[in-house]
């Protein structure tokens, strides 16, 4: 009998087998890495090649000196590098120009260069497509525009798997018409997945019966009333006269004691930041340290915090206005309330039990640190999270929208024992680059932690600033 030799695969230059099945090449842009730098583990499965072009590690290594990208930028060179020495994925030097027409010098327009390259290279051509992964809208129309007759390449905006594809939802909450038979022996509301369809732990459902509708809220196995025009420190939901459901659904889930992370999302004066302090202040007797913190970035993603002068209080200031724009209106509110606990606590005159609202208002104007060190409210900068431990605190965080889905749980997992946190913004008003609506850290926690029952989720949807406010947050 003939023996038959043991045949060699051939192996090409990626250290792959001609003989194994392969994916696709995939080149990534240097926003995808700040975006989630996570998603490499994501690349490199199904036998695809991961190509980083060296452009992209240049650039990584420069936004090392950015104080809001530097953790990202770090942690992606150290994957890059980790994966690059386990041969999971190549950095490419080579660059193709050819027919291109672009400024050489452009980081862009050189990773468009490398992704030339690949096409024309024999060395990739057993790969069943060659795929360019970019959130960068140019580049996204220049890739597209030039490799658009060729089959083999397919330009994408980077969608981060990690963050479920968000249904559009219909304006305002879903409207549920009750019967008898929806009532247990003892006059609870039982809940129902086909009566109640996609209603989640702590989601708002109005209620209509004869004609009249109530609000209410999913809590495990039962619908849970909100009792009617529900406030928090003097301050009820606002919608031009009319009830706004969704701001009632906040101010319940703010004061419930189960819910420990609550994040709510709304056009601009929709009153997040506002109902998120009165309910803080509602519940300053269970919390030990109530803070506010709001990341410090300007309109046009300015990391101007440095050079302001003073201390850090003296540096916090200017972005903790809004929180003492809102006390002021938690103290209008309250100005025919005997019972307001914080004339007593403010007094300044031992003989006088209560100030007034005009002695309230000049001492937060004048003194706005001792104010609310007086109320128990700390303003923290939200750099300095890391390593610390928060039991018995009520933490609000302005500006949510411009976290990262990093920094998000880092905050999220500083959170001990009997503590709640709030994060409140407008994903429509993002002022860091390489975040937007999709892959902002609020979308992405909303995302991923919605259903739990220590979890509320909250999308309000009037603007009740004012309205010209409102307009614009229409049309604009």
Request: glycine share 6%; hydrophobic share 40%.
């Amino acid at each position: 009998m003939k023996k038959v030799k043991n045949s060699v695969p051939v192996v090409n230059k990626n250290g792959l087998s001609q003989e194994e099945e392969k994916g696709n090449v995939i080149i990534v842009d240097t926003n995808v890495f700040i975006n989630d730098y996570t998603v490499l583990h994501d690349f490199i499965k199904d036998k695809n090649l991961l190509i980083v072009p060296k452009t992209v590690v240049v650039e990584l290594d420069k936004l090392k000196t950015k104080p809001e990208v530097k953790h990202e930028a770090r942690m992606a060179s150290n994957l890059i590098y980790k994966f690059h020495k386990e041969g999971k994925l190549k950095i490419l030097w080579s660059q193709n120009f050819s027919r291109l027409s672009l400024d050489k010098d452009v980081p862009d327009n050189q990773i468009i260069a490398c992704l030339n390259h690949v096409t024309k290279s024999t060395d990739f051509s057993s790969y069943k497509k060659i795929k360019l992964v970019t959130d960068d809208t140019s580049m996204l129309i220049l890739a597209s525009s030039f490799f658009e007759n060729n089959p083999r390449v397919e330009v994408e905006r980077f969608r981060n798997i990690r963050i479920p594809s968000a249904k559009t939802e219909e304006k305002g909450l879903k409207i549920v018409k009750l019967n008898l038979k929806d009532y247990d022996k003892s006059g609870k509301i039982i809940y129902k997945a086909n009566k109640f369809p996609g209603i989640k732990e702590n989601d708002g459902v109005l209620l209509k019966e004869n004609d009249n509708l109530s609000l209410a809220y999913r809590k495990k196995n039962e619908i849970v009333r909100i009792p009617s025009y529900i406030s928090a420190s003097g301050i009820k939901s606002q919608n031009e006269g009319e009830r706004n459901w969704e701001q009632e659904l906040l101010i319940a889930q703010l004061l419930d004691p189960e819910i420990k992370v609550v994040m709510a999302s709304g056009g601009a004066g929709s009153g997040k930041t506002l109902l998120a302090l009165a309910a803080a202040l509602e519940k300053h007797d269970d919390y030990r340290d109530i803070i506010l913190t709001r990341p410090a970035i300007l309109i046009g993603d300015l990391d101007r915090l440095g050079f302001l002068p003073g201390d850090l209080n003296a540096k916090m200031s200017e972005f903790m206005d809004p929180f003492v724009q809102n006390l002021e209106v938690i103290i209008d509110a309250n100005d025919k309330n005997p019972n307001f606990w914080m004339k007593e606590v403010i007094s300044e005159d031992s003989r006088k039990k209560n100030c007034s609202r005009a002695e309230l208002l000049n001492f937060l104007r004048t003194k706005q640190f001792e104010f609310l060190s007086r109320l128990g409210i700390k303003v923290n900068s939200i750099q300095y999270y890391k390593g610390r431990t928060y039991h018995k605190t009520f933490l609000i965080v302005d500006e949510a929208q411009d976290l990262s889905p990093i920094e998000i749980k880092q905050i999220i997992t500083r959170m001990g024992r009997d503590s709640k946190v709030v994060f409140v913004g407008d994903l429509g008003q993002i002022d860091r680059r390489f975040l937007n609506a999709e892959n902002s850290g609020l979308s992405y926690a909303m995302a991923k932690m919605v259903g739990n029952p220590m979890i509320g989720v909250v999308n309000l949807t009037h603007t009740v600033r004012s309205e010209v406010a409102a307009y614009a947050e229409k049309v604009l």
